[in-house]
């Protein structure tokens, strides 16, 4: 079936500084992402939609100069964190949408702590 | 890794029939939330299943969780035209991380 990898797995950083997550579909063109960040014991919430050479749009309430999108190529869609501080730590999961099938797959997600 | 498996990929149903989703894993389940995808849409939270055996309605809709937290099903009783969409369950492990499975989608011919 189809796979949908996250890059990396799990990430620890010093408040500040900036993380970069990537998101790509291993056997499968996908013109839209979507990225999800999920709060502890809470179901998952979207926070933007990538689109393949476009501006990603983001859902109300996320800061797009924090959560960059950048969506450059069919197979890879890159979440950049900002700035990261501690209330940014969180579980993020992306999903890519197969251009043939219209079938949506998640990818394994990233566990990213703030310091 | 531990991967949830869903299965089927896809059904087909008349109106009316029923609709049986079932994720299955081969490592013990944590806590199973079960998504509706609408057709064009995002994933919606429908519900989280945390006890072993614990079965869970929503109007047509039940959820259960097996006894040794292993698999999970979503049951939908007499469907309807607004029950089209795909179903995902997800593994929330490690108490945040998530696992999905890979979606049935419904369809339902009136």
């Known amino acids: 079936g189809a796979v949908v990898s996250q890059h990396p797995s799990r990430v620890i950083c010093k408040s500040g500084t900036s993380v970069k997550i990537e998101c790509r579909s291993l056997d499968f063109q996908a013109t839209t992402m979507f990225w999800y960040r999920q709060f502890p014991k809470q179901s998952l919430m979207l926070m933007a939609t990538?689109?393949?050479?476009?501006?990603?749009?983001?859902e109300q309430g996320v800061e797009k100069d924090k959560f960059l999108i950048n969506h450059a190529s069919l197979t890879l869609s890159t979440l950049t964190v900002t700035s990261a501080h501690p209330e940014d730590s969180s579980f993020y999961i992306c999903?890519?949408?197969?251009?043939?099938?219209?079938?949506?797959?998640f990818g394994p997600g990233t566990r990213l702590t703030v310091l | 890794g531990q991967q949830v498996m869903q299965i089927p990929q896809y059904q087909h149903v008349q109106e009316g029939e029923d609709f049986t989703t079932y994720c299955n894993s081969s490592?013990?389940?944590?806590?199973i939330q079960w998504y509706k995808q609408r057709p064009g849409g995002h994933p919606v939270f429908l519900i989280q299943?945390?006890?072993?055996?614990e079965v869970k309605k929503q109007k047509r809709l039940t959820f259960q969780f097996g006894e040794a937290k292993k698999n999970s099903s979503l049951h939908i009783t007499a469907t309807q035209t607004t029950d089209v969409g795909t179903y995902f369950c997800a593994d929330l492990y490690n108490n945040n991380d998530m696992r999905f499975g890979a979606g049935t989608r419904l369809t339902v011919k009136p």
């Open positions: 490592t013990t389940l944590s806590n």
């Open positions: 999903s890519a949408r197969d251009q043939g099938t219209g079938r949506q797959f």
């Open positions: 299943l945390v006890k072993s055996g």
């Open positions: 990538s689109n393949e050479g476009s501006k990603a749009t983001y």
